[in-house]
């Protein structure tokens, strides 16, 4: 099992990044979801996308990032617009099989004002 994530970078406020996250050898997937940990701070959600193709967010993003999955390809993307100082963070990806969580091992987006 392995989820490959990539994407990430250095980017001006203001800009945009695609995070991609792949999945391999994970089977059934159902909820695909981004979370990022900014330095000195808890994990905290971005968004989830579910099996039907429903999406949720934080409050924080709203508006600016989309979530959206590829289901024959196992992967699920991040679009990140209108990137803010804050948004810098280690963003990881989530995966739910049948039985067990999978996690990413993240990639660094970091925001200059």
């Known amino acids: 099992v392995q989820l490959v994530e990539s994407g990430g970078g250095l980017v001006q406020a203001g800009g945009s990044l695609r995070l991609p996250c792949a999945a391999s050898?994970?089977?059934?997937?159902?909820?695909m979801g981004w979370y990022r940990q900014a330095p000195g701070k808890q994990r905290e959600l971005v968004g989830v996308i579910s099996s039907g193709g429903s999406t949720n967010y934080a409050d924080s993003v709203k508006g600016r990032f989309t979530i959206s999955r590829d289901i024959a390809k196992n992967t699920v993307y991040l679009q990140m617009n209108s990137l803010k100082p804050e948004d810098t963070a280690v963003y990881y990806c989530?995966?739910?099989?049948?039985?067990?969580?999978?996690w990413g091992q993240g990639t660094q987006v970091t925001v200059s004002s």
């Open positions: 050898g994970i089977f059934s997937i159902s909820n």
């Open positions: 989530k995966m739910v099989g049948t039985t067990s969580v999978y």
